[in-house]
């Protein structure tokens, strides 16, 4: 019998107000995919920070290869051979593909570092991953897409006979999903083991050998492939069943005011005469292919990408949006699909991030209403059902279900008539994606106007009453729910020339 790669026993963490792990324990073996699933804050990815080597265990036993071993350090981790691919990037914008790879052991003599030899190194690296980038390019000029790739191929550069991927896919195309599964193959007929973190069940049911799942930082069991259920595993991380609907309640919205109506609007880069409306309590999904242009029409309205062409009307008025603080002033709260980026102060309380948009309602002769803030968050808190011991917390430390609740609770408190939502629950698990749907669909019957972007066709069929498809910066055709599939959305999205199609 194969003997274990790695084994956990009793692992436990804990952070101030919250136990993060509770006597986790699971075994990896040569040549085999464990995919971690459990809802976000079950304990998953501060487990694999153990692992490499970022956090300490407070208590438990890791052994490698049969022997008791401890990881003070990402390198230890590396030195054992474990090495880790982030779901948060890692990587110096200003520096070349080649460069961030092999950052700290770059090829050379005598102190010099041989470009010619880190390239070619590098070539060789991505051919053999089937990675198509340029190892000469800056890594700040690549899409998210191209940053990711960057950063599997260092994890890979490592001699790795553990391998953790924490999200890979979340920003790749279909291809390149594609091109990693494969790679994935690879590496398991070499003996690589792999644990793989994703909220994607479909990438579960076809990569997983075994399912092990987290709840609330506790083990709560695992599946063998043969025993591999859906149904079972979402009942496993949640505690219960998801009685989730297939697609929204129809609205009849035929007589609902117009509250933004969008006319030609284009961008000297990618957008061609975009124009569409939204009505009062209407949820308006936009779908496309990756660089179909959804997101960059969000930024256009909200102005923070400069278009040259095309009118806005609000309520309708035609309104002058020359930056985001315009639109926040019009009425438009945007919701990035970067929301740590640019969506949170992460260093910040729940409180805080809060009343960020509306800080003059918390202010009085320029000094801050701390207690007034404090008891708004503590509202949406309870409001949300947001998971947090207090709402001084800082936010970083919330899962990311939680850490969109806070996002979404900001526009609240402003009493934001639009939201555009950019990719509503990216990296978020199974349960918290139907309370943030059941929200959404909360607020559109109290009449607010949301716009839905989503790169997960299921998503925008669930909560859409009508689809906007995308593609090529340009809208290629309008259905309503009622007749959409996923057939008839990627039909359009595929075909640019099917311009004013509507179903």
Known sequence: MTKPLLELTGISKSFPGVKALQGVEFTLYPGEVLVLVGENGAGKSTLMKILSGIYSRDEGTIKYNGKEVEINGPAAAKELGISIIHQEMHLAPDLTVAQNIYIGREPGKFGMISERQLNKQTQELLDRLGIKLDPQQKVGTLNVAGQQMVEIAKAMSYDAHVLIMDEPTSALTDSEVETLFKLIAELKAKGTAIVYISHRMEELKRLADRVVVLRDGAYIGQLERE????????????????????????????????????????????????????????????????????????????????????????????????????????????????????????????????????????????????????????????????????VKQQVKLLSGGNQQKVVLAKWLVRDTDILIVDEPTRGIDVGAKEEIYNLLEKLAVSGKSIIVISSELPEVLRLADRIVVMSDGKVAGELDNEAATQEKIMDLATNANAEGAHA
């Open 227 to 390: 025993q591999i259920s859906i149904p079972t595993i979402i009942e496993m991380m949640v505690g219960r069943k998801i009685e989730g609907n297939a697609r929204p309640v129809p609205k009849n919205l035929d007589g609902a005011p117009v509250v933004l109506e969008v006319t030609g609007l284009s961008t000297k880069k990618l957008l061609q005469d975009v124009s569409f409306t939204l009505r009062k309590g209407e949820i308006l999904g936009f779908a496309g292919l990756m660089g179909a242009g959804r997101t960059e029409t969000a930024r256009a309205i909200i102005g923070a990408d400069r278009r040259s062409a095309g009118e806005i009307k609000i309520h309708g008025k035609q309104v002058n949006i020359k930056q985001p603080a315009d639109a926040v002033k019009a009425g438009i709260g945007y919701l990035s699909e970067d929301r740590k980026g640019l969506g949170l102060l992460l260093e910040k309380s729940v409180a805080d991030n809060t009343v960020l948009a509306s800080l003059k309602k918390f202010q009085r002769g320029g000094v801050m209403l701390d207690t007034k803030a404090l008891q708004t968050a503590q509202l949406y808190v309870e409001e949300l059902r947001t998971k947090t011991p207090s």
